[in-house]
Structure formats: structure tokens, C-alpha cells
């Protein structure tokens, strides 16, 4: 099973899936995180997609066929009904880093009304609709236990560190408040596999719809366009089993987190950087943000700071520098800026400030760092890039008035000891001036 039906799911997870040697004995039941439609529109091709593989010599069109049952959030119904099937071994998740609503604690954020509303639901009704991605995964799993169905793994594949960790902790938590008999069920059944994804896949556009529609004669309501790399990286045991991943490319490790700590930082970090500052600048995207030099070079700052604390290996740092510079340059990947800059307040503090920290312990003041913030300030502040955040309105009203009030208020929203560090701040006001 998939929560959270989308372009990225579709690029990776099924695509995995589709190409496993034991393909035929597995199929996806994916449900979208809130919208119907994309549902709607693979209901009416059965499920089925094509996937375009794009560098720059050209595309690649496959027909992927794991996706057996494509499902709207709101048939709640359906969603339990699978969860509660012996015949489900996995559930992966992408339902962005802002969907798993955690507090600061990493629990569920209890101030929420979304949060409020499901626990009340569950507490009353546990069949009953809720619509927040760990409530809706612990009813599956409080219907799981109710059928005697057995144990089931949970891999959840957004950009977050610890992402099984993260999402068990959210999940266990909700059981305490709703049913604590549930947490030892959860304790011996359910397993909760980390993992870091890797494929840079943007929104598809008209033009790309009309692109697959010229290069394979087939009216396709939902292709997905998507980049030639493509890293799955996964830790922890799928107790019930789950489909050759490893047959079709992905690496199963001991330890996510140095692979991780290279993704989350350098390729994440540089996509904050550039939709923040880079749209400052004008650009719209990715590519047109890498291939002004000016961009480019505060894209290195930042890489150098970041790779400092990075576990592997210098050489496999080196070339996924180098490689990362050729995906982002990649002409025929139109990534808006616009999308990466979405949902800034969960990012930054997976994707840059465990740097920012790291090199201000060690006394030095990381001006690449520094930019990604100062770029988030102005972003806050209505230029460059919309903003379209879950604290969107709170944090675009801490950052009016006077630039350094702005950033005290942003910086210490994020962290109290961000607005505590003078010299920390005074860097950033004159980073968010020169841009
Ligand atoms: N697109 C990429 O290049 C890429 C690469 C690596 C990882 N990811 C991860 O995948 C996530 C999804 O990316 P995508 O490109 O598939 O996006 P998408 O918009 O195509 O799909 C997102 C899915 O998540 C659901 N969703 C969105 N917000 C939600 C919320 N608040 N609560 C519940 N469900 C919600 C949507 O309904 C949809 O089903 C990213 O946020 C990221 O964590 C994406
Ligand atoms: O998908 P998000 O919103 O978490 O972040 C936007 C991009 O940084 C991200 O999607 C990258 O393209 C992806 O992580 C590449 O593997």
C-alpha cells in the first residue's frame, strides 16, 4: 500500500516496484493524501502511467503497471479495509515533511484543529474518517489489529532524517492519546524502515502531457516526467515481506544516516538555497538558478560547509558534487523554484541547520549557511518565491518591520538560541541586504 499517490511515489516507489524480478506477486493500492484527483484520472487508465525518463539526450517512456488500485484520501472506507488485509505486507508514505504534523517534540502538534479533530474521532469512532497522515495511518492499523491481520512494515520515503524513527514516534504517540493498548500491539507488530529517496521529479506540466502524448501515441492523463539517477537507500527489516527492492537497485544498509546527512544537505540544502535566493534573483528555475554563476557560487559555499561534516567518504562527497551539478543543470528538467520553497519552516531545520549548529559549535560563523536564512527572510517578506507554508501567516508577519527586528523574530521562531547568537544574526541582515 502507498499513502500519498503522487508524482514522486510514482517516479520511485512503484517504479522500484514495477521492476523487481517478483513484480507479478506484488501491486500498489495508493491513496492520495487529501486531493482526489490524480485517483480520479489513474482510475481511468487502470492504474496504469507513463513514466518519462528525461536527460538531456532525450526521453525514455515506460508503461509502469505497480499501481493495481489508485484511491482518493477520501474513500476512508477502502483505506482501512486494505490495512486491515493479511494480504498487505508494506505501507510507504510520502505525504511531504509538513503531513506528518509533528510538533517541535516530534509528536503530533496537539495545538492543530486538524490534530484535535482526529483524535476525537478516534477516540469515538475509529472507522470514522480522519484526514491528517498519522491518524489515518494508526485507524488502518487499529483496524489491522481488530481483523487479527499480522505484522506489517511501514516505510515512510520523505525527505525527513530518521524518517521511520519520525513517523513511528508520531504514530505511537497518537495510540497513547487515543488507545494506549494500542502501543504494545504497535511494539509487536509493526515494523518502521528508514529510508532516504533520491529523484529529482517536478510537477508535470500541459506541455509534458503533450510531449508523452507525441512520443508514444497514447493519451496519458497522469505521466510522470522524471530525471535518469534515481538512489533508494533503506535500513530495518520488512517483517512481512515486501517486493525485491534490492533486485531492482536499491541498497539495503545498516545504517541510513551518512547517506542521508549527503542527500538532506547537499542536494536539498543547495534546492532551499536556490528557490529562496534564486528566486530573489529572478530565476523561476532550478537550472536557471544553477547556471548563474553568482548562484553557482554560493551553491559551492554552502556544499563546502555542509561536506565538512558529512561521514563518507571524500571522493563519493566529491562526485555527488559533481553529479549533483549536472542533475540540476539538466535542460530538459523544468523544476520550479516556486514548488521547493513550499513548506520552508519543516525544511530548513532537516536540511541546513544541523550544519549551521555544527559549524557555530566549532566557532566559525558559515556564511553559506547564513544565506539560506537570510534568503528565507526576504522570501518571508514577499520576495522572490510565494510563500506557501504551514506557518506561513505567523511567520510572514515575524518578519515585517525593520530587517534585523525581521530576523531576530524569524531566527528565533526556528531555534531561541538562532536570535540569541549576536554575531550569527548581524551575518544574516547583511547576507539579506546584499541579496
Ligand atoms: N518530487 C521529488 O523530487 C521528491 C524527491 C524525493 C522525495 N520526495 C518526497 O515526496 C514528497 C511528495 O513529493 P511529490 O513530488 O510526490 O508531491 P505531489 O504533490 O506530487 O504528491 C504529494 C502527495 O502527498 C499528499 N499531501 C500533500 N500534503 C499533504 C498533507 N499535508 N497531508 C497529507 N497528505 C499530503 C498529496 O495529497 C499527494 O498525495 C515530498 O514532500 C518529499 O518529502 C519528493
Ligand atoms: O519534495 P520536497 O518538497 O521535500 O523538496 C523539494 C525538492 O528539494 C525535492 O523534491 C528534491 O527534488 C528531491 O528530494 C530529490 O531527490
Redesign the pocket.
Given at each position: 500500500m502507498h499513502l500519498g499517490l503522487g508524482n514522486?511515489f510514482r517516479a520511485?516507489q512503484a517504479w522500484y516496484t514495477h521492476h523487481a524480478p517478483d513484480a507479478q506477486e506484488w501491486g500498489i493500492a495508493a491513496f492520495t493524501g487529501r486531493s482526489p484527483d490524480l485517483a480520479l484520472a489513474m482510475a481511468a487508465q487502470d492504474g496504469l502511467f507513463t513514466l518519462d525518463t528525461r536527460g538531456p539526450d532525450g526521453d525514455a517512456f515506460e508503461v509502469v503497471t505497480s499501481v493495481v488500485e489508485p484511491r482518493a484520501a477520501q474513500d476512508h472506507e477502502a483505506w482501512i479495509t486494505r490495512v486491515a488485509d493479511p494480504a498487505v505486507a508494506v505501507l510507504t508514505s510520502t505525504v511531504?515533511?509538513a503531513g506528518y504534523v509533528r510538533g517541535a517534540d516530534g509528536r503530533p502538534d496537539t495545538a492543530r484543529d486538524d490534530v484535535q479533530a482526529d483524535l476525537a474521532t478516534l477516540r469515538e469512532e475509529p472507522t470514522a474518517r480522519v484526514r491528517t497522515a498519522p491518524a489515518r495511518i494508526l485507524a488502518g492499523l487499529m483496524a489491522r489489529r481488530h481483523a487479527d491481520a499480522g505484522p506489517l512494515t511501514v516505510v515512510p520515503c520523505?525527505?525527513l532524517p530518521d524518517n521511520g524513527a519520525a513517523v513511528r514516534t508520531v504514530v505511537h504517540a497518537m495510540a497513547e492519546l487515543v488507545d494506549p493498548t494500542m502501543v504494545g500491539w504497535l511494539e509487536q507488530n509493526v515494523a518502521w524502515v528508514t529510508t532516504m529517496?533520491?529523484?529529482?521529479?517536478?510537477e508535470p506540466t500541459d506541455a509534458d502531457v503533450d510531449l508523452v502524448r507525441r512520443g508514444t501515441g497514447v493519451e496519458d492523463r497522469a505521466p510522470v516526467v522524471t530525471e535518469p539517477f534515481s538512489?533508494w537507500v533503506l535500513s530495518g527489516s520488512m517483517i512481512a515481506g515486501s517486493p525485491d527492492w534490492a533486485a531492482a537497485g536499491a541498497i539495503v544498509t545498516d545504517d541510513v544516516a551518512p547517506f542521508e546527512a549527503r542527500?538532506?544537505g547537499l542536494?536539498?540544502g543547495a534546492?532551499?538555497l536556490l528557490?529562496y535566493a534564486g528566486s530573489v534573483r529572478g530565476h523561476r528555475t532550478?537550472r536557471d538558478a544553477i547556471t548563474d554563476d553568482v548562484c553557482r557560487g554560493w551553491v559551492e559555499h554552502w556544499w563546502d560547509e555542509a561536506s565538512a561534516h558529512l561521514t563518507l567518504p571524500h571522493e563519493d562527497v566529491a562526485e555527488y558534487r559533481r553529479a549533483l551539478l549536472d542533475r540540476f543543470a539538466n535542460p530538459a528538467i523544468r523544476?520550479l523554484l516556486a514548488?521547493?520553497a513550499?513548506?520552508g519552516s519543516q525544511?530548513l531545520p532537516v536540511?541546513v541547520l544541523p550544519t549551521l549548529r555544527r559549524e557555530r559549535a566549532a566557532g566559525r560563523v558559515p556564511v553559506g549557511a547564513a544565506r539560506v536564512l537570510a534568503a528565507w527572510v526576504r522570501h518571508l517578506r514577499g520576495d522572490g518565491a510565494p510563500v506557501r507554508d504551514p506557518r506561513g501567516e505567523e511567520l510572514s508577519g515575524l518578519a515585517g518591520g525593520s530587517l534585523d527586528e525581521a530576523v531576530a523574530r524569524v531566527l528565533g521562531a526556528m531555534d531561541a538560541a538562532l536570535a540569541d547568537d549576536v554575531e550569527l544574526r548581524g551575518v544574516v541582515v547583511a547576507l539579506a541586504r546584499e541579496l
Open positions: 514522486f520511485h511531504t515533511e520523505d525527505n529517496v533520491d529523484r529529482i521529479t517536478p538512489e542527500k538532506l542536494l536539498n534546492h532551499s528557490a532550478v523544476h514548488q521547493i513550499m513548506d525544511k536540511r
